[in-house]
């Protein structure tokens, strides 16, 4: 444990073994692609000890592997027969003696230490039980460190390759028939064809909005509505202070009488000019007495249908000045609405007049309104860092809770597609558009 990587740690262990029992090698491997192979030899002797008495070695912990058992040998009385073709072998040019315990993690032998001698094993059936004792509670912490080390791929084939071996187990078979049925489904999720919907934000607003503006310059007199209240058509909702315009319609009124009474002695002296010219200084302040008389009329500002003030609160702006041209209020009306859908610019392509969709908005959440696509604005506007296309739609049925302004989230039936398509498409279609612009195709 003084050690963080697998290689220094597993050869101070082998070290350790061979130094207290008296060996002349103890190795140490790890299955890998289903054979053991040498990952420490003691004394640091792995950098010494040629590739073929590596493969003697790793053979003879796979014979041990494929008994699941410790091997002994030359085989003492006292033991139960096992195989040991390949330790005949490793002890052919060695002599002595050897012992191979495997290392098991759980029910999976994943390794094994090997211990050679330079005289056969006599030690009693207790030292190797000790010895497997060791190797019990030491492998474990090998292996582990040896599958940190691992890369990622590697790791997860052999856990893809443990749960197949699960799998495949005789005691298993309701799991396997459970995995197949769900596979069987999921492939049918996945690849059956389902209706598609794109959706985006959406706003209701009335079928027809009226922006009443100022009409003259002047100052705000009165408001007598605030926005949600109902309005009837001809209804005052704000008057502008007429004094100015009525000492405007004075002095056109007292100029008119000055050139009406000019012109009447001119017409009794039988003065030609005169006459002309009065009648015409008349004709323009009967003109302009007329447009003051018609800016008068135009100081109550009246609603132009029934409907419902949405925009404009002009209580708290009394008496402050304005402008002709400006906006004072916008009335709606009061059953008559539509609805725009924000869609993004990557799906308005699959976008088509007549489309059903639905509504659900944050005030009514619990109910969702059927709409129809009725108009598809062909201009995009960049809302929040993104392009999107303003859908307008239709609503099928108009309850009585339904307000101009309320906002939701509205979705648009645009065909059936495959699930699998419609949870990866977007992925694919970055993909593809990242291809084209970095490498050009």
């Not at 906006?327 to 924000?342: D, G, K, M, S, W």
């Not at 993104?386 to 108009?398: I, P, S």
């Amino acid at each position: 444990m003084s050690h963080d990587r697998l290689r220094p740690a597993a050869t101070a262990l082998a070290s350790e073994l061979a130094t207290r029992l008296g060996c002349e090698w103890v190795a140490i491997g790890f299955v890998e692609d289903r054979f053991c192979r040498v990952v420490a030899l003691s004394h640091g002797g792995i950098g010494e000890g040629g590739s073929d008495t590596l493969k003697v070695f790793g053979a003879a912990m796979d014979e041990a592997l494929d008994q699941a058992a410790t091997v002994v040998f030359p085989q003492p009385p006292d033991r139960p027969p096992r195989i040991v073709l390949a330790h005949d072998e490793l002890l052919r040019t060695r002599g002595g003696g050897v012992c191979t315990i495997p290392i098991a993690v759980g029910h999976e032998l994943v390794g094994a230490v090997l211990f050679q001698f330079s005289e056969p094993v006599s030690s009693p059936a207790a030292d190797i039980a000790d010895w497997e004792h060791a190797v019990a509670l030491l492998g474990p912490v090998l292996y582990f460190m040896r599958d940190r080390e691992r890369p990622l791929r590697r790791r997860m084939g052999d856990r893809f390759r443990q749960l197949r071996a699960r799998l495949r187990a005789p005691d298993n078979v309701r799991w396997r028939v459970g995995l197949s049925a769900a596979g069987v489904v999921l492939a049918g999720l996945l690849f059956a064809p389902v209706e598609y919907r794109i959706g985006g934000n959406a706003r209701v607003e009335g079928e027809i909005q009226r922006v009443l503006v100022a009409p003259v310059d002047g100052f705000l007199k009165q408001s007598l509505v605030r926005p949600g209240d109902r309005v009837k058509v001809g209804q005052v909702l704000a008057e502008l202070a007429e004094q100015d315009l009525q000492l405007e319609h004075n002095r056109w009124a007292s100029e008119l009488a000055q050139h009406e009474n000019a012109y009447a002695a001119a017409m009794a002296r039988a003065d030609r000019t005169q006459l002309v010219i009065s009648q015409a200084r008349a004709d323009e302040a009967r003109a302009q007495l007329a447009l003051v008389d018609e800016q008068l009329g135009r100081t109550r500002i009246e609603a132009p249908f029934d409907g419902v003030v949405i925009r404009g609160d002009l209580s708290q702006s009394l008496g402050s000045p304005v402008q002709r041209g400006d906006v004072l209020l916008t009335v709606a009306p009061r059953e008559r609405f539509r609805v725009i859908v924000e869609v993004d610019e990557r799906d308005i392509g699959r976008v088509r007049l007549g489309q059903p969709g639905s509504l659900a908005l944050s005030a009514l959440p619990w109910d969702t309104l059927a709409v129809t696509v009725a108009r598809i604005t062909p201009m995009a506007t960049a809302v929040e860092g993104r392009n999107v296309f303003e859908v307008e739609a239709r609503l099928d049925a108009q309850p009585d809770t339904l307000r101009p302004g309320l906002r939701g989230v509205a979705r648009i039936a645009v065909g059936r597609e495959p699930l699998l398509w419609a949870w990866t498409h977007r992925l694919v279609e970055w993909l593809r558009l990242g291809a084209w612009s970095w490498l050009g195709v």
